[in-house]
């Protein structure tokens, strides 16, 4: 049985940086595709990031060039390196292994960029 566990999510100011890991049990870690998704309020979860056995990374648009996703092998964990956080990267950021074609998700960790600077739209 596959488990996987995020962590570091958190609240951060626009600008600022985030590293987000994931451990895996359960698995061949090595020969599994790794990727990160996320999903805001009231949207699709979508992937953001994903790196192969042989490490190939991709990225969505979004997040080119601010986001790095790593693996290290020997500890089962996948990362997401997050700079330049922008107030639109909030949402709930989730794990995903895919291994013979079935996928595993993780339980999902928060990230929240707000603060100085944010710009809030009441919608009453």
Known sequence: QVQLVESGGG???PGGSLRLSCVASGSIFTIDTLGWYRQAPGQQRESIAGITAVGTTHYADPVKGRFTISRDNAKNT??????????????????NLLRFGRNYWGQGTQ??????????????
């Open 11 to 13: 609240l951060v100011q």
């Open 78 to 95: 996948v990362y997401l390196q997050m700079n330049s956080l922008k107030p639109e990267d909030t949402a709930v950021y989730y794990c």
């Open 111 to 124: 990230v929240t960029v707000w603060g100085q600077g944010t710009q809030v739209t009441d919608s009453s």
